[in-house]
């Protein structure tokens, strides 16, 4: 099995590249650090050639960046990933989202409750769930919703 992560290079994409290549996974890696960019399709047409699944993790997190930028590189380029999958007969994919499309909820959330996203990003992430579900009879997808991940002097 071939998979393909975006965001390889980031604190979570770096783990799973890790692990899977531990259990002697075929990876493909798609990441900025390494010149590619979400944003290119001819990329990711590329970068999608014989994969079998998809693990999109890549995504701007930057605040400051405004609201136009993270929906270009955040909404866009989920778009771009999505129609490199189809193209490319990608069997299936995950895309890591966020805790944060509930705003500020503090109780036990589920899938079925009100998006109330309260950041650019977290508005971002919820608009790039709705283009996930949107190609659902295109190829299955999983979205996972994240909370804030830790780690040695990270997060």
Do not use: W
């Not at 799973?16 to 493909?28: F, G, N, P, S, T």
């Amino acid at each position: 099995m071939k998979v393909l992560i975006t965001g390889s290079q980031g604190f979570i994409g770096k783990e799973l590249c890790r692990q899977l290549r531990e259990r002697k996974v075929e990876i493909a890696e798609f990441d900025k650090v390494l010149g590619q960019d979400l944003l290119n399709a001819e990329q990711l047409n590329e970068a999608c050639k014989g994969v079998d699944f998809a693990i999109h993790l890549a995504a701007l997190l930057d605040e400051k960046a405004g609201i136009a930028e993270l929906r270009k590189v955040n909404v866009e380029g989920t778009k771009n990933l999505m129609d490199a999958c189809v193209k490319q007969k990608v069997k299936k994919i995950l895309f890591l989202s966020t805790t944060g499309v509930y705003g500020g909820y503090k109780g036990i959330a589920d899938e079925k409750m009100e998006k109330k996203p309260s950041t650019n990003y977290e508005i971002s992430k919820a608009e790039s769930e709705e283009l996930v579900l949107s190609y659902q009879e295109l190829i299955p997808a999983v979205i996972a919703r994240s909370a804030l991940v830790l780690g040695p002097n990270e997060y």
